[in-house]
C-alpha cells in the first residue's frame, strides 16, 4: 500500500509556473506507475499525465501536451509535474494518484487504472 501527498499548489498569474510534486510512502514506490489527474468546479476529473514505473515512458493530456512536464525521482519517492505557460482553464485541483505495477494493457488516461489517490491540491491560474 502507498499513501500519497500532493504540494506545491497555489496562485499564479496566466503564463506563469509552478511544479507540482507528491510525496508518496512505502518502499515499493519505484513498483508504482504514477498519473496526475485534476478537477475543477462542477467539471468530471481529467487525466493530466503518466509515468511509467522506470520513468521511462510518458503520457500527457493534449490540453498540456509540450506546457507540462511529469517525472520521479525513485530515490525520493516523489513525483514531480512541472507546469509551464499556465492558462486560466487549468485552474483545477489537481491529484496524485498510483497504481501498483506495469501500465502495459492499462490506460494511463483512465482514472479507475490507479488503485491510490491523494488528496489534492488546489492550483489557481488569474487571468
Known amino acids: 500500500q502507498v499513501q500519497l501527498a500532493e504540494s506545491g499548489g497555489g496562485l499564479v498569474q496566466a503564463g506563469g509556473s509552478l511544479r507540482l510534486s507528491c510525496a508518496a510512502s512505502?518502499?515499493?514506490?519505484?513498483?508504482?506507475?504514477m498519473g496526475w489527474f485534476r478537477q475543477a468546479p462542477g467539471k468530471e476529473r481529467e487525466f493530466v499525465a503518466a509515468?511509467?514505473?522506470?520513468?521511462?515512458?510518458?503520457y500527457y493530456a493534449d490540453s498540456v501536451k509540450g506546457r507540462f512536464t511529469i517525472s520521479r525521482d525513485n530515490a525520493k519517492n516523489t513525483v514531480l509535474l512541472q507546469m509551464n505557460s499556465l492558462k486560466p482553464e487549468d485552474t483545477a485541483v489537481y491529484y496524485c494518484?498510483?497504481?501498483?505495477?506495469?501500465?502495459?494493457?492499462?490506460?494511463?488516461?483512465?482514472?479507475?487504472?490507479?488503485?491510490?489517490w491523494g488528496q489534492g491540491t488546489q492550483v489557481t491560474v488569474s487571468s
Open positions: 494518484a498510483a497504481k501498483e505495477g506495469s501500465l502495459t494493457g492499462y490506460s494511463p488516461s483512465y482514472y479507475r487504472t490507479y488503485d491510490y
Open positions: 512505502g518502499r515499493t514506490f519505484s513498483s508504482y506507475a
Open positions: 509515468i511509467s514505473w522506470s520513468g521511462g515512458s510518458t
